[in-house]
């Protein structure tokens, strides 16, 4: 098992930036390879970024790259999202999510563990 609670949501102005963390416990860490996922109104939760259990490679969403950086910490059993530049249709629950399958997924049904989220909400 491994638990995972996200924190660092909150209301920001387009433009503007928030950090997001996710902390984790139970089983080892570096075994997991996380990822970000979103969920706005309305919509299916979507994609947003994953890190190999190492940290050395990263992916992310196309409407999201450029502007979100992910990054974990295997000594602190962390894994954040740093957002800049933010636009109101970032507005959504945010998720971590930790994966031990696959060296990375975009597909959340290849995550084995989900935070609680984390709400962002955007205003223009």
């Known amino acids: 098992q491994v638990q995972l609670v996200e924190s660092g949501g909150g209301l920001v102005q387009a433009g503007g930036s928030l950090r997001l963390s996710c902390a984790a416990s139970?089983?080892?860490?570096?075994?997991?390879?996380m990822g970000w996922f979103r969920q706005a109104p309305g919509k299916e939760r979507e994609f947003v970024a994953a890190?190999?259990?190492?940290?050395?490679?990263?992916y992310y969403a196309y409407s999201v790259k450029g502007r979100f950086t992910i990054s974990r910490d295997n000594a602190k059993n962390t894994v954040d999202l740093q957002m800049n530049s933010l636009k109101p249709e970032d507005t959504a629950v945010y998720y971590c999510?930790?994966?031990?399958?696959?060296?990375?997924?975009?597909?959340?049904?290849?995550?084995?563990?989900w935070g609680q989220g984390t709400q962002v909400t955007v205003t223009s």
């Open positions: 999510a930790a994966n031990s399958r696959t060296y990375y997924s975009a597909d959340e049904r290849t995550y084995d563990y």
């Open positions: 139970g089983r080892t860490f570096s075994n997991y390879a």
């Open positions: 890190i190999t259990w190492s940290g050395s490679n990263t």
